[in-house]
């Protein structure tokens, strides 16, 4: 089976986030005062082939482990659909 893996990657919330704050003050700026902060992270869709959900999700917390986040500095959550 092929599935579409939705992938969200931010900052923990210990880690400071200096675009984030960037953007917060723009927002600030132009008068959206009710924004109170702002995290910037990433968002990936990783197309994979895999026999079944629970095989392709072990394969995506790999991928996020090894190479797509930092684990020190970042955490992760996806989505999987069937493609």
């Known amino acids: 089976m ?14 400071l986030d200096p675009q984030g704050t960037a953007v917060t003050h ?4 132009l008068h959206y005062r009710t924004v109170s902060d702002v995290r ?6 990783v197309t ?4 079944s959900t629970e095989e392709a999700s072990t394969l995506i917390r790999g991928m996020c482990d090894d190479l797509l986040t930092n684990p020190v500095i970042e955490k992760y959550t996806y989505e999987l659909v069937e493609a």
């Open 26 to 29: 723009a927002l600030h700026t």
């Open 2 to 15: 092929d599935f579409l893996a939705k992938i969200y990657i931010t900052l923990k919330e210990s880690v």
């Open 48 to 51: 994979l082939s895999a026999a």
């Open 40 to 45: 910037v992270g990433k968002y990936m869709e």
